[in-house]
């Protein structure tokens, strides 16, 4: 009989289930997307509920597609959106408040707060400046302001995760049949509260965003054998693996060598980079995160350039606007006209991350005259995200201290053809395509079919990649960089727009 490994993918838009063969190829897909909450401008949640419930659905559905059961799955990894703080009671397996997203920046007082004038404050040792974006003052958050929560907290009934430890405890049993709350160390590392050294908590800093340290799940390697799924849902097969989403897409990209890199295109945009056993400090505003563990080997180091809105800008101009009815359309759009007409879009919807880390900045849409049509900004919006990636890029390169030759891209946004020769243009980088695009689900399944034998070794995992496009610059190099600097102009329109007269 033929045995797979399932993957659990999720994501910020949707929850997915793919199951692979030894090949890495798909052999069937479940997918469903969640709501997203929007309760006032800043504020992003999702429903833990309804993403178990999905989570749930899309595995039932992803088994039948194929014509399996849990008999046929070897094991399960779980790959997932980072940082995204969802908090709930241990006792009830009730969420206490919906998830907070990532891209959430309701946390800025708690923040600066923290940082005392100093944002890097516990860089040195987490790799993290301190940002909305990560989890730790997401959790401050909701016990500062649930009402009990911080009480419960105290008491041990509350248990804290990303997305991953939720899945993992609910699959595991959650509150009838003991669910595992267990983290790994990729995910972690997006908290603000994990010793990028040591790979444990740091106590001090939970201490300063008055954390109870009983909420925190405990930190495993990304590929071991964690729990097994309880009756009902893939009865009794391991969880063996578990990898941040972008770490996920760097191994499901087989970037196992020093100086490979991977960008993903998804809601937002994520550039890793392998550093390999050493934790280089970034000077560029990116940011030094674990790249992956697997099981007792040492850890493998990132350096990590995350832009908050790339593809959901395309989202926006769908569903904010209207424009376009589906996202691909944007690409017929951008193609009815020959460049951006002069207009550039900073989507800084919640603030710039990198390598900018401005908070006080918000979107704009600069160089506006009465030639600009709807086809123009449909360009200006796809190459807002070739403009942040390149900014990404130059800062990896500065740090790295070796100009990186070639990218390999996946996410949703690179089916979009035009989007990728601009930004090979842009880059003046190639720009590589693989086979398989999903990534993300590949990584988190190589992570849990490595824990329990079904690939042998990184070498078994390197030959399943194959190249399926790639684009080459053809820009003159004067018409880049004069594009360049028009966007670096329009950049600086955004910043300081948040102040004590904007929440
Ligand atoms: P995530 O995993 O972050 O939820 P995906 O990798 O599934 O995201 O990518 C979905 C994103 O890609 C959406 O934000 C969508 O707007 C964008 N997208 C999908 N197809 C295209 C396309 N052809 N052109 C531009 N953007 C696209």
Known sequence: MAQYIASIDQGTTSTRCMIFDKSGSVVSVDQKEHEQIFPRAGWVEHDGKEIWNNTREVIGGALSKANLNSKNIDAVGITNQRETAIVWDKNTG??????????????????DELAQGDNDRYKARVGLPLATYFS?????????????????????????????????????????????????VTNASRTMLMDLSTLQWDEGIAGDMGIPMSMLPEIRSSSETYGECSAGVLDGVPVAGILGDQQAATFGQVCFEVGTAKNTYGTGNFMLLNTGEEQIPSENGLLTTVCYKIGDNKPIYALEGSIAVTGSLVQWMRDNLGIIKSAPEIEELANTVDDNGGAYFVPAFSGLFAPHWRSDARGALVGLTRFVNKGHLARAVLEATAFQT????????????????????????????????FQADILDVEVVRPKVA???????????????????????????????????????????EKQYRNWKKAVTKTLDWVDADVD
């Open 94 to 111: 009730e969420p206490v408040y919906n998830a907070i997203v990532w891209q959430d920046t309701r946390t800025q007082k708690i923040v």
């Open 136 to 184: 730790g003052p997401k959790v401050r958050w909701i016990l500062d302001n649930v009402e009990g929560a911080r009480e419960r907290a105290e008491a041990g009934d509350l248990l804290f995760g990303n997305t991953d430890a939720w899945v993992l405890w609910n699959l595991t049993g959650g509150a009838e049949n003991g669910g595992v709350h267990v983290t790994d």
């Open 390 to 421: 390149r900014e990404v890029l130059d800062a990896m390169n500065a740090d790295s201290g070796v100009p990186l030759k070639e990218l390999r891209v996946d996410g949703g946004m690179v089916g979009n053809e035009t989007l990728m020769q």
């Open 438 to 480: 999903e990534t993300t689900a590949l990584g988190a399944a190589y992570a849990a079919g490595l824990a329990v034998g079904y690939w042998a070794d990184e070498d078994d995992l390197r030959q399943n990649w194959g190249e399926d496009k790639r684009w080459t610059p053809s820009m003159d190099n004067d018409e880049r």
